[in-house]
């Protein structure tokens, strides 16, 4: 026999309300901590996408659908930018580095995105398999599509014109499959990677006669883009979808911004300034939903406490007669912290347990929450804290009724007055 | 064993209750008489040290009660005293066997499963020992309770009215029962009633008067 055996036991003798009590609180629980994992995972996979990209250029538009469309690859493009135009903000001094996305075709609704080997290196890819795209028509896949799609070195397969399923289909010109990256847990294992030629090839397939001789005249005097370096500079018939830019010094900070706003045509975002836009937009539903998490955690709370209080009563003579037995007054006020710690300890216990369960079921219905890379098998050190926090909550709610425990007087109790 | 001297207790500056001055020696028994309001569940509480703040000498086992500190008197109260009351105050979360073992758990001396399955079987519930205390009839229940107070086997058994609400048959068995375990422990046995029946019983009897 021990105190834990006996809160044990009170606890086993009134399993409505001890479920009851556990349920309340592992719901509240539940929601902080699907909050938390999801949050936290969020804000990693953003820093992690976002990471070495500090500006994006596109077309005027929405900035924060261009960097939701250049870095995280959800929405869709703003539209094009000229080639020529790019090149030019590309030769600034304060840029150390300029990479172009081609965007606008999808295999499987896996984005194809037309780029060059930086932007690879931006997420310090690895291959695992095969090598990298080199010609036209030839692609890198991320891990995840070489996962959903089964492909292997060597597959052909043909895109489709826009994002999402269901699009036009480039029926004439078919990519091969020539490498496949490592995971690296970033937007990257979503994309097939591949040429910015190999974009322009799809699309401008009834031009290709006219497009050679263009080259050849031009071949004696050919400068590389800094963008397409099989490309000529100065073709402004060529458009990308954007460009992800990376400061050489703080000042570009500053001036870039003013200085490629200031132009009719383009626009810059900044990627932690429109992020910190958009979680404070999904701010507002995140708070609503912790609301609620800490309404059912203070209703879970009271409830507890209202529970060992009423038991008090009916405990009146099992406290006299423990103390009967030579039990002291402090015996009694930890049990009943005990049983309030215990209560909330299985509360929490089973809460960041079903918000771990949430999200592992949720990966696996829901190919948006895979794709974004939100896992249920990552455990964060906040965790502790939200069960640390929840045992101190059981021994609070039990103070009240531990300290009638430990004043009862037991002469009083004992002769029935 | 048991020595009083001018004992008194007030619940209130107005109420005092003035106790006979008696001793007991180890296994002798008695009876405390007297009306309801005489104060015997009073001093009964006193001599079980569940009742602090009395006047005059009391000693229980050697040991003057007033000189312990709170938690040293639970001790020594877990050690040295059963009690046994009218109501049986069995904690009904628990098992027949884990009443049983709140007992040595709670007095801090040591769990033993022989001893408790002795006891069981000296007062013939044996069979009841995982039975929960809910499913127990009231003779039983009883049992269980008197099974509690002797299975530390203190020196000093108190019992609180333990047969006023029993039928003449089960009060026999009842008192017989108590003075058989309390014979075979050499305890000293205290039964405060004004259950008149019980006169008989133990010769040794103090007469409290309102």
């Known amino acids: 026999m021990n105190l834990i055996l006996l809160v044990w036991n009170y606890l086993k003798s009134k399993p409505l309300n001890t479920v009851l009590n556990i349920v309340l609180l592992a719901l509240g629980i539940a929601v902080i901590t699907v909050l938390l994992l999801f949050n936290k995972q969020l804000e990693e996979k953003i820093s992690s996408n976002a990471k070495g990209i500090d500006l994006v250029v596109g077309a005027k538009g929405s900035p924060l659908q261009l960097i939701l469309c250049s870095i995280f690859h959800i929405d869709f493009p703003t539209g094009n930018i000229n080639l020529k135009e790019a090149e030019r903000i590309a030769k600034s001094r304060l840029i150390k580095g300029a990479i172009p996305l081609a965007l606008g075709d999808s295999y499987q609704a896996y984005r194809i995105v037309g780029t060059n080997k930086s932007y690879a290196e931006l997420y310090d890819a690895e291959l695992v398999q095969g090598a990298w795209w080199d010609g036209e028509m030839e692609t890198t896949i991320g891990a995840n599509v070489a996962e959903a799609l089964k492909f292997r070195v060597g597959d052909q397969f043909k895109s489709t014109h826009g994002l999402t399923l269901g699009g036009h289909a480039h029926e004439e010109k078919q990519f091969v499959v020539k490498g496949i990256l490592k995971r690296t847990n970033t937007v990257l294992d979503n994309l097939i990677l591949t040429s910015v030629e190999s974009i322009w090839h799809v699309h401008e397939e009834h031009n290709e006669m006219e497009e050679q001789n263009i080259k050849s005249d031009i071949d004696s005097t050919f400068i590389p883009s800094r963008l397409v370096a099989s490309h000529p500079e100065g073709d402004s018939t060529k458009e990308i979808t954007s460009l992800l830019i990376q400061y050489r010094s703080p000042m570009a900070a500053i001036q870039l911004p003013r200085f490629i706003n200031g132009q009719s045509s383009l626009q810059a975002a900044s990627p932690a300034f429109e992020t910190a836009r958009l979680f404070s937009i999904l701010g507002v539903g995140v708070d609503i939903l912790m609301g609620f998490a800490y309404v059912l955690i203070f209703i879970s709370a009271l409830s507890i406490f209202i529970a060992l209080y009423n038991s008090l009563k009916e405990r009146r003579y099992d406290l006299a007669i423990m103390r009967s037995m030579g039990a002291s007054r402090s015996k009694l006020f930890i049990s009943m912290l005990l049983e309030g710690g215990t209560l909330t300890f299985f509360g929490s216990i089973i809460g960041v347990l079903l918000a771990h369960g949430i999200l592992i079921v949720l990966g696996v219905m829901v190919e948006e929450t895979r794709k974004a890379g939100i896992s249920g098998i990552v455990f964060y050190s906040e965790e502790w804290i939200i069960l640390a926090g929840s045992l101190f909550l059981g021994v609070l709610c039990a103070f009240i009724p531990a300290l009638q425990a430990y004043r009862t007087d037991i002469s009083k109790v004992l002769s029935g007055n | ?210």
């Open chain 2, 1 to 210: 064993m048991i020595r009083t001297a001018n004992l008194s207790f007030s619940y209130d500056s107005k109420r005092t209750i003035l106790f006979p001055s008696f001793s007991l020696n180890r296994s002798e028994h008695c009876l405390l008489l007297g009306e309801s309001g005489s104060g015997k569940t009073t001093l009964l509480h006193l001599l079980g040290g569940l009742l602090r703040g009395y006047s005059g000498n009391l000693q229980v086992n050697g040991t003057e009660l007033s000189t312990l500190s709170e938690t040293k008197l639970d001790t020594f109260r877990g050690k040295n005293i059963g009690f046994i009351f009218q109501k049986n105050h069995l904690i009904s979360a628990l098992s027949v066997e884990q009443n049983l073992f709140m007992a040595p758990y709670l007095a801090g001396l040591a769990v033993d499963k022989i001893r408790v399955q002795k006891v069981l079987t000296t007062l013939g519930i044996e069979e009841k020992m995982n039975s929960a205390v809910t499913e127990i009839s009231q003779g039983q229940a009883q049992r269980v309770a008197i099974a509690r107070a002797i299975i530390n086997q203190p020196p000093i058994i108190l019992a609180d009215e333990p047969t006023s609400a029993l039928d003449d048959r089960s009060c026999e068995r009842v008192i017989n029962l108590l003075l058989q375990i309390a014979d075979s422990h050499q305890s000293t046995l205290v039964v405060a009633t004004h259950d008149q029946r019980l006169k008989n019983k133990i010769g040794n009897q103090i007469l409290l008067n309102t």
